[in-house]
């Protein structure tokens, strides 16, 4: 019998064993070499790859040098922080809306995650060049007027990066309907019939049984997100990272550098969301 389970052992070992291979190869080897070459001045010669150790210094150039670093970043953080619950409150609405039993419900869903198959980079940036992910004339409305004159306030920073971002920040919704609606479909429904008997209203079925449902799928969705939205090709940060790869007074060891800081903002930043949506569960449930 220990010898069964053994040789499973070993057959399943040998199904994964290409993945350890790949990861090891193409991810984490890169990932330990691109944190050994942020305490490093790279230079690329006709000799080879030429490395001089000098400690903190590119952090240390990022955060007191760099300033378009730091203003990028404080503007992805400001960004980030308004984008996330729009996406994630835009994507439970539509999962909730595609839910309910109506016509052609198969052709939205499809129109809903359409964007996500097409939702490269030069895409995107087509899109934004052509003005296509704005609201239409919007510029021709009060409003609009009203806020690009007085733009240095917070909250008309805030309404005016929604007003020109607003179609962006909905490309992002796609997969995050998918996952909602998944939760939603696996909801029994005799606890809703139970609740019906007992003279609840749709109001106390959204707040008291299915939003709380829907808790870890939020947590799931909140880390895809955040995620996405860092990682994805037009980031200002990203693109500020690949320039600085190929100057000669920075090149690849400041911009290992800059991708750890990067790295570590994200994971702050996804450690700090999971962080609040898991104390809320935990006192909703004590």
């Given amino acids: 019998m220990k010898r069964l389970g053994n040789n499973r052992n070993l057959t399943g070992l040998l199904f994964v064993s290409p993945w350890i291979i790949g990861f090891l190869v193409f991810t984490a080897f890169p990932l330990l070499y691109s944190l050994f070459l942020s305490f490093q001045e790279v230079k690329i010669t006709t000799d080879g790859i030429k490395t001089n150790f000098v400690s903190f210094g590119n952090y240390e150039y990022a955060f007191s040098v760099d300033g378009t670093f730091v203003d990028r970043v404080l503007k992805y953080l400001e960004e980030m922080v308004i984008s996330v619950p729009i996406i994630i409150v835009f994507s439970l609405i539509i999962a909730l809306l595609l839910n309910q039993k109506i016509k052609f419900r198969g052709l939205f869903r499809t129109?809903?995650?359409?964007?996500?198959?097409?939702?490269?980079?030069?895409?995107?940036?087509?899109?934004?060049?052509?003005?296509?992910?704005?609201?239409?004339s919007i510029e021709q409305y009060a409003i609009y007027?009203?806020?690009?004159?007085?733009?240095?306030?917070?909250?008309?920073?805030?309404?005016?990066?929604?007003?020109?971002?607003?179609?962006?920040i909905?490309?992002?919704?796609?997969?995050?309907?998918?996952?909602?609606?998944?939760?939603?479909?696996?909801?029994?429904k005799q606890i809703f019939e139970a609740a019906k008997i007992d003279g609840a209203s749709n109001w106390e079925f959204f707040w008291k049984i299915t939003l709380p449902s829907l808790t870890p799928m939020?947590?799931?969705?909140?880390?895809?997100?955040?995620?996405?939205?860092?990682?994805?090709?037009?980031?200002?940060?990203?693109?500020?990272?690949?320039?600085?790869?190929?100057k000669v007074n920075t090149g690849y060891g400041y911009a290992s550098a800059l991708s750890w800081i990067y790295f570590l903002i994200i994971a702050a930043a996804l450690a700090i969301a999971v962080g609040v949506m898991t104390v809320k569960r935990k006192k909703k449930y004590t």
């Fill in 111 to 136: 129109i809903f995650f359409l964007p996500v198959i097409i939702a490269s980079g030069p895409v995107i940036k087509e899109l934004i060049d052509q003005g296509i992910t704005t609201i239409p």
């Fill in 145 to 168: 007027q009203a806020l690009s004159d007085n733009p240095d306030g917070f909250f008309n920073g805030i309404l005016l990066y929604l007003i020109k971002n607003l179609i962006v």
């Fill in 170 to 188: 909905l490309w992002y919704s796609g997969v995050q309907i998918l996952i909602f609606l998944a939760a939603l479909q696996k909801m029994d």
């Fill in 218 to 246: 939020i947590i799931v969705n909140l880390i895809y997100t955040i995620v996405t939205y860092s990682v994805f090709s037009l980031n200002p940060i990203i693109e500020h990272i690949q320039k600085n790869m190929f």
